[in-house]
């Protein structure tokens, strides 16, 4: 497995962009992460690309079966790896009280209770939220832990949820799958 290019969601400090980092300095690959804002747009690009090139996506995103069902045949689950979440909190801005809106990426509200809130927008990632939360379009936001840090003066936890171990897919257009199941055992990491 090797690649040039590896196109992920973004934008710049996105999760996905954290995995990929992850995922290429384990394997010792030197190739571009590319970031994309809409992952199917990763996915076309990964099927133009002349060049070997791979799409990696979370698998707790709403559209993983959207993506293989799109893509069938076109473009194939090559790998899968399990790491951390960049670690998460809900945030809120210090001039607002009693928070009553919430930025949220859609795959994250597992981790909220809807009925608390008011309005409910959602978002492409975590990175858009704090900018949007920055900016005032929500009182409140589900990003990650060093936004907080990042602007003390603005904005604060209110809860911290940390790290999440998840899995995340590696698609190319080469499929690897050839009959026999492929699994990665506890001894292979040695």
């Excluded at 993506?67 to 790491?83: A, C, P, Q, S």
Aim: proline share 6%; charged share 25%.
């Amino acid at each position: 497995m090797d690649f040039d290019r590896i196109y992920t969601l973004g934008p710049e400090g996105s999760g996905h962009q954290n995995a990929a980092r992850a995922y290429l300095d384990h394997f010792g690959i030197q190739a571009e992460i590319c970031l994309v804002p809409d992952i199917f747009e990763g996915a076309e690009a990964v099927l133009k690309d002349k060049g070997p090139s791979a799409l990696i996506q979370c698998s707790a995103h709403l559209t993983v079966h959207l993506v293989t069902e799109k893509f069938l045949g076109r473009l194939h689950v090559n790998d899968t790896f399990i790491y951390p979440t960049q670690p998460m909190a809900l945030l809120k801005r210090r001039d607002v009280a009693q928070p009553r809106s919430l930025g949220i990426p859609e795959p994250a509200m597992g981790y909220i209770t809807p009925e608390d809130w008011e309005e409910i927008v959602f978002e492409s990632t975590k990175p858009v939220v704090t900018t949007n939360l920055l900016a005032g379009k929500y009182d409140a936001g589900f990003a990650y832990v060093r936004d907080a840090a990042n602007h003390p003066e603005t904005l604060e936890i209110c809860e911290t949820v940390g790290e999440v171990v998840t899995t995340w897919i590696v698609y190319a257009k080469a499929p690897r799958f050839a009959g026999k199941l492929i699994s990665t055992t506890r001894e292979d990491q040695k």
